[in-house]
């Protein structure tokens, strides 16, 4: 096994079989970190808990929802607000986080009452939300509340109201995947098939593992309705409480984020037998692949290779804009979970970086699996790095920049690599074709920014050239560009609008006629 | 394996690794159900043989492999140059290493957990 020992985790002889390096002839029976495993002692992880995962990346972006948590209010306060994923309902599940604040008091004598207390009080100041998802963390798991009893009170007393009970307690599992698992698993048996849905189309998907960051689940929403098929609902960006209770009614389960949510699609073929479909929305040629499979699926192909053809003539020229001043950069590519598969090959086809690096901090062996065979040669991957692990890879490596989570972002860029945030994204979306040119855009401003110049200079060390005028942006990129790129008329730096969401919502459909009503 | 069907079954290899998602289903029971059943369509396909999906299940395989035998035409014009049993016989030792890479010597522990 190609494994690689960091120096600075040499007193931590475990770290080794975590890490690996794909060189020439590797393949996955001989390539492979270990993953999903409890961090180890001494490693100071980047991973977040499991009731973090449950709440903070499943549930919350359900958007007609008071989420509260019962516990204390660190818990809440450090997952509010840290993540991009929007609603077309202003924002609620953003803007709003619910607490039971439970202190010492209650951890002796049972936090029960107060519990009850802040469901009833919630909803009071919220009367037009009647759904809610209850959060269980490690101190009330521990002192045993009975949430569910408390639930089924409220809901007695308030019968137009649903509860639904997360039993994912920070322990629950060696990362936030834990609660990912735990929170799909409880969703399925306890609210799936509980409410019948409206159908409204001959083609009808659950689209799965999407949460709208910064409006990727409204993007691909977008190209679904262009087709004429009715997304019944959506796990969970964007997604109404009801219409997830309704999953069981879908024809197809599209799923995006293999890593959050492939649980609830398994469950779903074995219980109600919907098939499930795995997609990548990132990039022009998965993207393609991605919406016609799905249109074969219902056989409607002509409806997706219509959006195609328009989608890449109007963005293509742009993407190569950025792919001509990218090319031979080097890329750490750093996310939590399923990106580094999602994008570790794409990027490099169709941004001609080079991944030097991939790492997870929760991913499990599977996600592992896909991104070493994604990967081309000589690419360091590492499970569940320290702090100290990765200022050593970008050391080593030197990149040009790194895509990650704002934590090692912020230390990335003390060392003077610029980052861009994987997952909250800068400035997205980036699912789609515009996405994906916005994330060339974005990572060409990062790595061309002129900041770096004046950043890197340290004024109580380096010489200062006052002599020299400040390059810009283009002169950097461009300086070692061919003429015939440099001047092309063909391509073209991206041309869309800041806000490309909110016309969406507005936007009105070409309706089909029905399989029946054609068959008449 | 001779050499000229060894770097060709790469070549397919490298091809579903790189872009295809299908082979790395979460257990070992269902990347046998996904292996079989797509290699198994995609030989047909290559083979000029008609695939009528009936059940959904079907359909999700049929759309992968259809996808997989427009790719390969694609990118490996030698494939055009083979008769219909020497097709077969490259996509069985395909579908062989498929397995053997995904499934019996993959380095995955979770492969065998008994639940989802
Ligand atoms: S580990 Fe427990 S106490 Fe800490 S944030 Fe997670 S749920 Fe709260």
Known sequence: ?520 | MEDVTKTRVEQLIDYIMKNCLWQFHSRNWDRKRQNENIIGMTTRLLCGEPVKPETPEDKCYWVDAVCLAEAYRARHPWLATLGVDQIRELMAKLHEQLDYQTITASLNEELTDQHY
């Open chain 1, 1 to 520: 096994m190609p494994y690689h020992e960091f120096e600075c985790s040499k007193c931590i002889p475990e770290r080794k079989q975590h890490a690996v390096v794909k060189a020439p002839g590797e393949d996955l029976t001989s390539c492979l970190p270990k993953g999903y495993l409890n961090t180890i002692p001494g490693s100071i992880s980047e991973r977040g808990c499991a009731y973090c995962g449950a709440k903070h990346v499943i549930g919350t972006p359900m958007k007609d929802v008071i989420h509260l948590s019962h516990g204390p209010i660190g818990c809440t306060y450090d997952t509010w607000q840290t993540k991009r994923y929007i609603s077309d309902n202003g924002n609620f599940q953003l803007k709003y986080t619910f607490a039971s604040d439970v202190r010492e008091k209650h951890i002796v004598f049972g936090a029960e009452k107060l519990l009850k207390q802040n469901i009833l009080e919630a909803f009071a100041q919220f009367p037009e939300i009647k759904r809610m998802t209850i959060y269980q963390t490690c101190a009330t798991a521990l002192i045993g509340d009975d949430i569910n009893a408390i639930a089924e009170e409220v809901m007695e007393e308030l019968p137009d109201v649903d509860i639904f009970i997360c039993n994912s307690p920070g322990f629950a599992g060696p990362s936030q995947s834990g609660g990912h698992h735990k929170i799909n698993i409880a969703w399925i048996n306890q609210k799936v098939g509980t409410v019948e849905p409206e159908i409204t189309s001959d083609y009808v998907i659950n689209y799965v593992g999407e949460y709208n960051i910064q409006g990727d689940q409204e993007v691909m929403q977008d190209f679904f309705k262009r087709m004429g098929i009715q997304v019944l609902s959506t796990f969970t960006g964007n997604g109404r409480y009801d219409d997830l209770r309704g999953m069981h009614k879908a024809h197809l389960n599209v799923l995006e984020c293999a890593r959050s949510a492939e649980y609830i699609c398994n469950e779903l073929r074995v219980r109600y037998g919907i098939p499930r479909l795995d997609i990548d929305g990132f990039g022009f040629e998965p993207l393609s692949q991605s919406l016609r499979k799905v249109a074969m699926f219902f056989g409607i192909e002509e409806r997706a290779e219509a959006i195609i053809a328009e989608e890449t003539a109007r963005w293509k020229p742009e993407l190569d804009w950025y792919k001509e001043r990218l090319k031979g950069k080097k890329v750490c590519l750093w996310p939590g979970g399923s990106k580094l598969w999602h994008w570790a090959h794409v990027i490099e086809a169709e941004m001609g970086v080079k991944v030097v690096s991939v790492y997870t901090k929760f991913g499990h062996q599977g996600d592992m699996e896909k991104g070493v065979a994604r990967c081309s040669e000589d690419t360091l991957a590492i499970d569940d790095p320290n702090e100290l692990e990765g200022l050593e890879a970008l050391e080593m490596l030197k990149p040009d920049i790194i895509f990650t989570g704002k934590r090692p972002g912020e230390v990335a860029k003390k060392v003077g690599v610029p980052y861009l945030n994987a997952h909250a994204y800068h400035n997205g979306p980036y699912k789609g074709y515009e996405g994906w040119v916005r994330f060339a855009r974005d990572i060409y401003n990062a790595i061309y920014s002129p900041i770096h110049q004046l950043a890197e200079l340290d004024i109580s060390r380096d010489p200062i050239p006052t002599d020299k005028g400040f390059a810009t942006q283009r002169m950097l990129s461009d300086a070692s560009l061919p003429e015939d790129i440099r001047t092309s008329t063909t391509l073209r730096q991206y041309s869309g609008a800041y806000d490309t969401i909110s016309p969406l919502r507005d936007k009105t459909y070409p309706t089909f006629d029905s399989r029946s009503a054609a068959a008449e």
